[in-house]
């Protein structure tokens, strides 16, 4: 199942990535704290998202309108 994953870059920016596996989520984790996190997205290209901390991952899909 995929979901929402939620993440903290430098200078306090926040970055939201939909439609990621549980699987890409635990593997920015394991990252954490890195210079550079790099993981597969889509299983068809490797992202470099730099200086991230995991905040939260939601299965399923956020209702922006909702905030849930």
Request: aromatic share 10%.
């Amino acid at each position: 199942m995929k979901g929402t994953a939620v993440l903290t870059r430098e200078k306090s920016s926040i970055l939201i990535l939909e439609n990621i596996d549980r699987k890409t989520y635990e593997e920015i984790k394991n990252q954490c704290g890195c210079e550079h996190c790099n993981c597969s997205v889509d299983e068809k290209r490797v992202v470099d998202f730099g200086y991230v901390l995991p905040i939260g991952y939601k299965e399923d899909e956020i209702d922006w309108d909702y905030g849930y």
